[in-house]
């Protein structure tokens, strides 16, 4: 192997770098706690590496590297402080657009689970990378996180390796309109509780934080539990893909909390009808996240999209978001109700495949454009 | 011309005939009310007519035929008493599949038009047709009337020539799970009122009728003003594609009864918001309409299916679709929304085009599909 | 129905009418020949009729009808000499274009078999028809015929309805480059010879007529057997399918003239190869055609496109063309083979289906814009 | 990271280990030369890592692995001896079938380019992995090296980022009819020289070889240069597709041998026409090449597929595969032209792309269904 003596170390700070994915830009390195999290730049020279830093107890993230905007490699890493080369042997002038983004979600299972950035090594220079048209973001469960988007049909273990960004509605769509998109989601997560009744794993309890739902001391001192700053990165919809859990909710057992004793269920009745209770508050917490989402993002077209891995809660939840809607006047959140995946369109862990984020994107990026996006 | 000599002539009567769309089935010539009205006949021997009988006053009625399940003619009709030649110089043996069908939907605006059927001309034998493994009613305004399925995407004229059973959703659903199929539909009218704030142009004041939105002594004396004898045809399930009239009609001028001068509108806020009192009473007769339809079929599935061309009433419908339910405890209702007709896929007078209903038809169907329909 | 009193009839003659495919342009009224036959007018008014005159003996003509380009409507038409609605009820203002065209071939087995254009009745005008910026010549058997493109699978009847220009390869390449198009097509014939070991049966020995396949004292009056005024409109491609007949033959038994008792095979050797000999003259009869159609066609491309329903003869027709380059130092000449017909795109009477034809015609027209065919 | 302590090595000589690609089967560490070379396991355990020893000079080599058949991850790799993880966290007891390959052509340009196998890490035990139904060989240029199928369609760099197994036609087609593959291919190669008329840059010169294109000392010592036991491998079909340099060489300046000033070129006449003499000897190529292939693989189909970057020579192939057959009653040699790259079908590097590869994998699967090949 031929070393190529003219690379120069850059860290994050000192060159142009767009960082995409809520994060604390204050770090050094940089951590990129969820899925589409990345550092894009617009360098020229011959070769790129980018110097990372990685841990996890468990489960290891996977990356994705764009090029000119073709996905050119994805990956399993393993933990150590180590350079990875997104391009070699390259023309010297031409500039690259490259972009090294996570495509594991962030890990509440795993506090141990790490993606930091400390910087590039390159022989060229780093040019601005211009904002696109819009700005997106998606909150949401397992179909957010990518899971079921890579792997064959059969597959049923929970790992990182199945889920992405590369493959996910939230990059098509964002391709779609030309927009910079932010992820948050959580798979197992709803809006209310978990699937299987968990009260605090819900994603409105750590919306208003960088990565709210991450635990641990490395976490914390990350920034990950510091409050986000929604003025500085104000989206321009804010897509809301929650409800699939909660529904699974009803069907599971009730869930004890080992050291109070408490129990939480969402139950059904005798008739396997939801209990008309328990869907009452889970369309209060419908209707609060909206506030909440609102609250923060004041002039963003909320759409709350639902349906990829099962209709069972369209009504309750576009009833809650009419209800919303009647409560606040607010005339600028939507419902849209995406397809169900088939036996054609689903992918591995029976969650949505490929081409059931295909199918959903264009659908969503079609609405969007009802609204008055406009892809130049 | 080589005359065949062997043709003899049969009254639908006397044969085995399979007859498709809601219709007085002790008429004789048996009139074809709807879109996807048909008769259907297996039959053998080298040779099959028609013979029809035709009238209108304005819109001329346009027909399809198909041969063993593939369209193969689709043709304008004149007014007389005449035969139309299906199929010629086939194999004498084979048993042939043909359904001779109407495209255009019954004309409320036309009460001269009729499409009446005597009888065919045959030398060959006529075989039974069996059912198919269901029964679907599908219920609606110019989507289900197929209007825009034909012609080019600049048309702007209303005319039958752009209406169809043949690319109609409604078919390809069927098709996908081997059901009969029969049609209620009308081009610009509603759940409560018509695009244009008609208060009667509304499909459930004639859905107990066997085509109740006909007019004028000659309709009559065919038997479209009959009740519909629900119990001789009971639908596995009701798909109702209503609402976008509905929608319209906030944005458009009050109706005005030229003879009583009462006026009827569907009214906008200032705020360009729906008036919460009209909105009621379109929620209402949703409601109602649910009703009606439990009522009438028992044991049927319901899908409000919405949205192909606009979300406008996505959160008020849903909404009375679950109050319905709530209301009646009937739990074999459902919401589903259709994605918008786009640029890609809209057909001629700016309606859902082949494409568009293409892609209902594949949503419609796998949600079917999810309530245990299976195509064996 | 009420009349449309403002109807006048107008004799092609007297109008702007664009006709299509090869005929004599001095009848009236006007034969249209081969499928693609047709004419096509720029017409104002609320009403459009055409009158034709039909005869056969055995296989009656099929016609469709394009209105701005969008198909409306294909029907069988029984002998006769009578009116066809072709669109009523539209914008008096407006241009509509209206093209009435032949789905039939031209009928070798049925000399009896006539369609003849008189002339419209309208109440708008005619303005011009503009020609296309190409002009292309398709040169065939069964598939240029459309045998196949219409009716079930399972359909092994040889009749009218199974054939078409609509959904024609022909068809789909001309819309793809703006272009004008003839079609010259017989099923069952071939370069050399018939399926059947017929001798006479090639398209060659018909070429430089108007319409040279066809007999009897109708069609000579009607001016099928005159010279072809390859002047009159000169081709910028001629696309020439043939080969699967000839294919064929070889494994036919030798037809047997029973007039004088001569006979003509294809022969295998016994190892199941081509009798080089009879390839030889296979060969040569390629050659043949290829030097006459450029007799004729002096400044068109012509490309030997060849596959669509077997690949037995490519390289025999390869080499053929080869060798006429060589000879004729002809470099506008060119083979280009077709995919084979599979499964997933077959149509009916095991003929190529519309799947097949839009496969092949998207590989022939990207051959035709390497060539510098441009879409305007 | 939690180290799994259950992990054991394995030698590649002591598992149950299916070796794809030409290669020294004797060698420890086993190479992989070729894009599709690879070893595939049929592994239990929770955890799999594979050993590999890369070297090279310039152009890094780049793998891909697939897990259960799909891919889930494609990355460059650095020099060293390195362990890569395949997969984690697994279910214990299942069996999971991976495959590691090269993506990489074998690289005559870097005789530094090693890609070795030492063995596994893992907590499981290997199982047999069954042949497929067929075995398939195919022969090519950057084509079938997959230059094109990853990157940017405004990429020119060549760059291993940008060729690949896994997007190529011949794991496309090896995937449609159950069948191994062994790929040799280089870009730039020809039948008779190089598309910038190296006489010796031709793939006959090497097919003899296990990997006769590259050179120096270790590659002698890793068996590239044996000769390849084709008794051990033989294939049901072998695929050409070669032309599309010998095509290119026709406009490019003659090559001169540095060292003895010794020239070569294909010429153009005056005229723009191919040099009778130099393309005779291109045919001699041609007809050489599939004696020498015939002379190796008795058995075999042989398919010369060609056309999919251009159709400049299929006549003169199409015309050498011709006499081929008639000088050797071959009659198991076929010529089968691919459709040409289009605006629509272009990857980087103005090479086919992946829509390209996939619609001339199916035209060729097609193809050999048609000769027997049934996937089961």
Chains 1, 2, 3, 4 share one sequence.
């Not at 689970?113 to 060229?124: A, E, R, T």
């Not at 109700?337 to 264009?362: C, F, I, N, W, Y």
Request: net charge negative.
């Amino acid at each position: 192997m031929i070393e190529n003596k003219n690379l120069k170390y850059f860290s994050l700070k000192e060159i142009n770098c767009k960082i995409h994915g809520r994060t604390d830009e204050s770090q050094s390195p940089l951590p990129l706690f969820w899925n589409g999290s990345a550092v894009e730049v617009n360098v020229t020279g011959t070769e790129l590496w980018i110097e990372v830093e990685v841990d996890f107890d468990i489960h290891e993230p996977w990356v994705g590297c764009s090029l000119n905007g073709a996905l050119v490699s994805r990956q399993m890493l393993m933990a150590g402080r180590y350079k990875i080369c997104l391009f070699r042997n390259m023309s010297v002038d031409s500039v690259k657009n490259v972009r090294f983004f996570r495509e594991l979600q962030a890990m509440s299972e795993d506090n141990g689970n790490h993606l930091l950035v400390h910087g590039f090594y390159s022989d060229g220079s780093f040019l601005p990378v211009p904002d696109r048209t819009y700005k997106l973001e998606f909150v949401g469960d397992s179909i957010t996180s990518g899971e079921g988007t890579y792997g064959a049909k059969q597959e049923q273990d929970w790992i990182p390796m199945f889920m992405s960004f590369s493959r996910n509605y939230a990059v098509m769509v964002s391709e779609a309109l030309d927009a910079d998109c932010r992820l948050i989601s959580q798979g197992g997560w709803g809006i209310l509780c978990s699937w299987d009744n968990k009260p605090y794993e819900n994603i409105p309890s750590c919306y208003e934080k960088i990565c709210g739902l991450l635990k641990g001391e490395t976490n914390e001192k990350l920034g990950a539990l510091k409050p986000y700053d929604f003025s500085s990165w104000q989206p321009d919809a804010v897509i809301v893909n929650l409800g699939t859990n909660d529904a699974g909710a009803f069907n599971q057992p009730a869930w004890r909390n080992p050291i109070t004793g408490e129990t939480f269920k969402q139950h059904l009745l005798e008739d396997g009808s939801y209990d008309p209770a328990d869907l009452k508050r889970l369309e209060q917490a419908v209707i609060d996240f909206l506030a909440l989402i609102r609250r923060n993002n004041p002039n963003a077209f909320i759409v709350w999209a639902y349906g990829m891995a099962g209709y069972d809660l369209t009504l309750p939840i576009a009833e809650a978001v009419n209800e919303y809607r009647r409560q606040s006047k607010d005339r600028k959140t939507f419902f849209l109700q995406l397809p169900d995946t088939t036996d054609e369109t689903v992918g591995s862990r029976s969650h949505p495949g490929p081409k059931s984020h295909e199918q959903s994107a264009k659908i969503l990026a079609a609405f969007l454009k009802s609204l008055g996006f406009v892809k130049k």
